[in-house]
C-alpha cells in the first residue's frame, strides 16, 4: 500500500496514512470511466418539453358547424392542428434520458478515477481542525497545502465547520463521504480527503467511506470486486446480473406439482 502524508491546515505533516491499493492502486478503466459518466450527465437532462396533441387539448368535443351546406371548408373539431389553440401536430414529448449503469461499473468507474488521481499525487489527507466556519482561513489552508486549481473536498456531514468555510470558493466543490463519483473526481485536479472519509475496502464503524446508495449512518465501502474482464467490457447485459432459478417440485407419483 502507498502511504500517504496526513497534514493540517497549516500545510505541516502530523502522521501517514496508507492509500488501499484495491481503491488507488488500479489500472483505470478508461472505458467503463467513460461509460459512467456520460450515463451520469445524461440523468442530469430534464427532458421536460411536451406539447399537448388534439387528443389532449380540452375542449372541441362538438363539430363547428355541419359537414355540407354552408359553404366553408369541412371541419371535425377546433382542437385541430390548424385551428389557433389546437393540438400540436408532431411536436415534443418528454422523455427520459438516464441509462442503466450497473453499480459494478460505477464501483468500477469510481476506483479507476480515484486510482489515475492517486497516481499523479493528486490526493491529499487534511485534518483541517477549524473551529469555526472561516473563508478566509480555508483559501489560506488551500495555498499552505499547495492546491491549485479546482479542488474536490470530501467531507462527512458533522464537519459543518469546514463545510461552511468552503462554500464560498468557487474552486472548491464540496462533496458528502456517500455521494463520491467518478464525475466530480474526474472534474477535480486535486481530491481532499480527511481521515474519517478515506475510501477503504473493507468496512470500519469508525471511518464511514465512500458509497454509492447505501443508507445514511450505514458504514459504507468503495466495493473491492475484481475488475471487468474483457468479455464484458464496457457492456451493460442483463444476462450477467439476474439469476434465474427454477424450482421444480414432483409428487410422490412423479408427476410435475
Same mark, same amino acid.
Given at each position: 500500500?502507498?502511504?500517504?502524508?496526513?497534514?493540517?491546515?497549516?500545510?505541516?505533516?502530523?502522521?501517514?496514512?496508507?492509500?488501499?491499493?484495491?481503491?488507488?492502486?488500479?489500472?483505470?478503466?478508461?472505458?467503463?470511466?467513460?461509460?459512467?459518466?456520460?450515463?451520469?450527465?445524461?440523468?442530469?437532462?430534464?427532458?421536460?418539453?411536451?406539447?399537448?396533441?388534439?387528443?389532449?387539448?380540452?375542449?372541441?368535443?362538438?363539430?363547428?358547424?355541419?359537414?355540407?351546406?354552408?359553404?366553408?371548408?369541412?371541419?371535425?373539431?377546433?382542437r385541430s392542428p390548424q385551428w389557433r389553440g389546437g393540438g400540436v401536430a408532431l411536436g415534443p414529448k418528454s422523455r427520459r434520458y438516464a441509462q442503466r449503469t450497473p453499480k459494478k461499473m460505477v464501483r468500477? +468507474?469510481?476506483?479507476? #478515477? *480515484?486510482?489515475?488521481?492517486?497516481?499523479? !499525487? @493528486?490526493? %491529499? =489527507? $487534511?485534518?483541517?481542525?477549524? /473551529?469555526?466556519?472561516?473563508?478566509? +482561513?480555508?483559501?489560506? #489552508? *488551500?495555498?499552505?497545502?499547495?492546491?491549485? !486549481? @479546482?479542488? %474536490? =473536498? $470530501?467531507?462527512?456531514?458533522? /464537519?459543518?465547520?469546514?463545510?461552511?468555510?468552503?462554500?464560498?470558493?468557487?474552486?472548491?466543490?464540496?462533496?458528502?463521504? @456517500?455521494? %463520491?463519483?467518478?464525475?466530480?473526481?474526474?472534474?477535480?485536479?486535486?481530491?481532499?480527503?480527511?481521515?474519517?472519509?478515506?475510501?477503504?475496502?473493507?468496512?470500519?464503524?469508525?471511518?464511514?467511506?465512500?458509497?454509492?446508495?447505501?443508507?445514511?449512518?450505514?458504514?459504507?465501502?468503495?466495493?473491492?470486486?475484481?475488475?471487468?474482464?474483457?468479455?464484458?467490457?464496457?457492456?451493460?447485459?442483463?444476462?450477467?446480473?439476474?439469476?434465474?432459478?427454477?424450482?421444480?417440485?414432483?409428487?410422490?407419483?412423479?408427476?410435475?406439482?
Open positions: 500500500m502507498a502511504a500517504v502524508d496526513v497534514r493540517d491546515a497549516t500545510g505541516a505533516t502530523s502522521g501517514s496514512v496508507e492509500l488501499d491499493d484495491a481503491i488507488f492502486g488500479i489500472e483505470p478503466n478508461v472505458a467503463v470511466m467513460h461509460q459512467v459518466v456520460t450515463a451520469q450527465l445524461a440523468a442530469r437532462r430534464a427532458g421536460g418539453q411536451h406539447t399537448l396533441t388534439r387528443a389532449e387539448v380540452a375542449g372541441g368535443g362538438a363539430k363547428p358547424w355541419r359537414q355540407k351546406g354552408t359553404g366553408r371548408a369541412r371541419q371535425g373539431s377546433i468500477l +468507474a469510481l476506483r479507476s #478515477a *480515484l486510482s489515475d488521481r492517486a497516481g499523479d !499525487g @493528486r490526493v %491529499l =489527507v $487534511v485534518d483541517w481542525g477549524f /473551529d469555526a466556519p472561516k473563508t478566509a +482561513a480555508a483559501a489560506a #489552508a *488551500l495555498a499552505a497545502l499547495g492546491v491549485t !486549481g @479546482r479542488a %474536490l =473536498v $470530501v467531507l462527512d456531514a458533522e /464537519d459543518e465547520a469546514v463545510w461552511k468555510s468552503f462554500r464560498n470558493l468557487g474552486h472548491v466543490h464540496l462533496c458528502d463521504v @456517500r455521494e %463520491l463519483n467518478a464525475y466530480d473526481v474526474l472534474c477535480a485536479d486535486w481530491v481532499i480527503f480527511t481521515q474519517a472519509t478515506l475510501p477503504s475496502s473493507t468496512p470500519s464503524p469508525t471511518a464511514p467511506v465512500a458509497g454509492d446508495d447505501d443508507a445514511v449512518g450505514t458504514p459504507v465501502t468503495v466495493g473491492a470486486d475484481e475488475e471487468v474482464g474483457a468479455e464484458d467490457e464496457g457492456l451493460i447485459g442483463d444476462e450477467d446480473l439476474i439469476e434465474e432459478t427454477t424450482v421444480a417440485t414432483e409428487d410422490e407419483e412423479g408427476e410435475p406439482a
